[in-house]
């Protein structure tokens, strides 16, 4: 199917929604959730597509919105109104939901098609994986045009995505967190509170900061017991077990055949492309710059993944291992 061309943020010809945001139902306890609400899901990409999808499985209505006509048509076929201005996707939305590509992205839409389009009594959350700096000051707007905004970045992939059981972590205000979670709990196993604005952005990078750095050292271990004789297999149930027990080993094993089914066993593709581990630790690395952190190894790993990435052909991270 043919992408239309279209440019973030997009026109808005609907002007300003002048209504507010549903009041909230009674609660007749503190696990009752609200029973529907209207969701704005802006970024309908490999991971934004099984989120908004989870939303209307949890019997909210969700306003979609897209550059991508592939994106649109899916989000369709999964029970979303689809629409080709995003501004238009806001109005008469509780709750703004975004899954950008950059934090220049995310301003821009946020600037341009959410505020003054969502009514003043929405809750605003942006899950993409953005420098903590631009998710601050896109919160400080948000609050100043009278939202309540949180930043949520996820961690768990696509297929947690798809499956419901992403890790969100969360940064701002703790009345925005508690509106936030509502939404976001129909597509989370974890729905965690990590501070202030930009605390969700801070605990992302430095996550994905260490998941870089224990993938290359399994990837080197599973590599090294092998040249010297042992089999990979038996490497990884005693290190499974052991001191050297690790989420790359234990859950995301990155050789074919050895430890759980992962990418490795699907020639690694899906999971968590190797290009979005750079755009992680490029974040990582600024960020540490920023506040004069000292991350050795996460310069390392970093340095790994800038060249790896442009070799790797959209491969999962985890075939970082195929350079050793």
């Known amino acids: ?27 007749e306890h503190e696990n ?30 969700v306003n979609a919105f897209d550059l991508a006509d592939e994106a649109l048509h899916s989000a369709a076929e999964h029970g979303c109104t689809t629409f080709d201005d995003a501004g238009a996707a806001c109005q008469g939305v509780d709750a703004v939901v975004t899954m950008l590509p950059s934090g220049a992205i995310v301003k821009s839409v946020y600037e341009g098609s959410v505020f003054g389009h969502a009514p003043a009594g929405a809750v605003l959350i942006d899950c993409s994986t953005i420098d903590v700096a631009t998710a601050r000051e896109v919160i400080s707007n948000a609050e100043a045009a009278g939202y309540d905004m949180v930043d949520a970045p996820v961690s768990g992939g696509i297929a947690a995505a798809n499956g419901g059981t992403l890790t969100f972590m969360v940064g701002g205000t703790e009345k925005a967190f508690n509106r936030a979670k509502e939404v976001l709990d129909p597509m989370g196993k974890a729905v965690i509170h990590a501070g202030d604005a930009g605390a969700g952005q801070t605990a992302k990078i430095c996550n994905n900061m260490l998941l870089a750095v224990t993938m290359i050292g399994t990837g080197e271990a599973l590599k090294m017991a092998d040249k010297l004789g042992l089999d990979p297999q038996k490497f990884f149930e005693i290190s499974s077990q052991s001191t ?24 690694y593709k899906g999971g968590f492309a190797a290009a979005l581990m750079r755009k ?45």
């Not at 990409?45 to 499985?57: I, S």
């Open 1 to 27: 199917m043919r992408t239309r061309k279209r440019a973030w943020p997009p026109s808005s010809r609907s002007g300003k929604a002048s209504g507010r945001g549903a009041e909230p139902l009674p609660f």
């Open 32 to 61: 009752t959730r609200r029973e529907k609400m209207k969701i704005a899901f802006i970024g309908l990409g490999n991971m934004g597509g099984g989120m908004a999808a989870n939303l209307v499985k949890a019997g909210h209505e």
């Open 244 to 267: 050297g027990y690790c989420w790359p080993l234990n859950d995301y094993t990155p050789l074919p055949g050895v430890g759980k089914q992962s990418p490795a066993d699907n020639d």
């Open 280 to 324: 992680d630790l490029r974040l990582a690395m600024q960020a540490a710059q920023n506040v004069g952190a000292v991350t050795p190894l996460g310069k390392h790993a970093a340095e790994i993944y800038e060249e790896f990435a442009e070799e790797s052909g959209g491969l999962d991270f985890s075939a970082v291992i195929k350079t050793l």
